[in-house]
């Protein structure tokens, strides 16, 4: 199983971009899929996620109002668009997968990184003031 993330670069802040995951090996789309940050010298912390059914969704306060997280099941695909891009979203961003299919949990829990057992290779995503 792999999560191929891509569609990182270097903007400027209040710029836009559009992250996607594509999954190969299985298909995602009765799992829940999340995307997560590291910024040097950082914890990977929880930036959004989408329940397996694509009917709700979630985000860390930091992000909520500027990114959306999305789902194309036909395409085995989960995208992350991001605006209003800040110098403090610098980071790299890994996709991660739920195994686990048709599960729903508490809300504090799509946050969690134990959640999720299979994770992508990380696209970097730098802002400039």
């Known amino acids: 199983v792999q999560l191929q993330a891509s569609g990182g670069g270097l903007v400027q802040a209040g710029d836009s971009l559009r992250l996607s995951c594509a999954a190969s090996?299985?298909?995602?789309?009765?799992?829940?899929m999340g995307w997560f940050r590291q910024a040097p010298g950082k914890e990977r912390e929880f930036v959004a996620a989408?329940?397996?059914?694509?009917?709700?969704?979630f985000y860390a306060d930091s992000v909520k109002g500027r990114f959306t997280i999305s789902r194309d099941d036909a395409k085995n695909t989960v995208y992350l668009q991001m605006n209003s891009l800040k110098p403090e979203d610098t980071a790299t961003y890994y996709c991660?997968?739920?195994?686990?299919?048709?599960?729903?949990?508490?809300?504090?829990?799509?946050?969690?990184?134990?959640?999720?057992?299979?994770w992508g290779q990380g696209t970097q995503v730098t802002v400039s003031s």
């Open positions: 090996g299985r298909t995602f789309d009765n799992s829940v």
């Open positions: 991660a997968a739920d195994s686990a299919r048709r599960r729903t949990y508490l809300d504090s829990h799509y946050g969690r990184r134990g959640t999720y057992d299979y």
């Open positions: 989408i329940s397996w059914s694509g009917s709700r969704t």
